[in-house]
């Protein structure tokens, strides 16, 4: 018997404006936020990459409803591999990674052992054939690691150096951003 959230889940599409109104149907009943995070770590689910489109959504408004489900999602990004998934999973990577390091008492806050697991998930997305958005994500994820993380940086640029002139314009565009400040 499918759940509420399966049953809303079911009618939702690719419009921005259906997906907004998902993401707001999750963030006036909290309780179907656990649900919907183990629903995007479910590669096998019908509704996997409609719930990974609505948790980036609710991860722009509700970001610390994600902290009690850190490591289940920081430990479950290699388990992605679905291109509707990767790209608004990246961008929640880049949120939670932002909030870490702005260090107030309103910010998420990672373990080690969750920040190696977006690293080694950033550069898996950055070096593997996924779609620009999520390797521009994944890109810039990687250079805010990278201001804690010595080693980051010189790994980075060796991988956009090697793969610039194989991509699109926008994903230059990043690159080329991120080059500059790196150096």
Not at 47 to 53: D, G, L, Q, T
Request: aromatic share 10%.
């Amino acid at each position: 018997m499918p759940s509420e959230l399966q049953k809303k889940l079911d009618y939702v599409n690719a419009y921005r404006e259906n997906r907004l109104i998902a993401a707001q149907d999750i963030l006036e009943n909290p309780s179907l936020f656990g649900e919907l995070v183990s629903i995007c770590f479910t590669p096998s689910d019908k509704n996997n990459h409609k719930a990974c489109w609505i948790l980036e959504f609710v991860s722009y408004e509700e970001l610390l409803w994600l902290q009690p489900h850190l490591d289940f999602f920081c430990s479950n990004l290699k388990v992605l591999k679905d291109e509707s998934s990767l790209r608004p999973i990246a961008k929640v990577v880049q949120l939670l990674i932002k909030s870490h390091y702005k260090k107030n008492e309103n910010c998420i806050k990672l373990s080690e052992e969750n920040l190696q697991d977006c690293i080694e998930a950033s550069f898996d997305w950055l070096i593997t054939d996924v779609k620009v958005a999520t390797k521009a994500y994944s890109i810039r994820t990687l250079y805010i690691l990278g201001n804690h993380y010595d080693w980051i940086h010189p790994e980075l640029k060796v991988i956009i150096d090697k793969d610039y002139a194989d991509h699109s314009a926008a994903y230059k565009a990043v690159a080329k951003e991120v080059l500059k400040k790196i150096k």
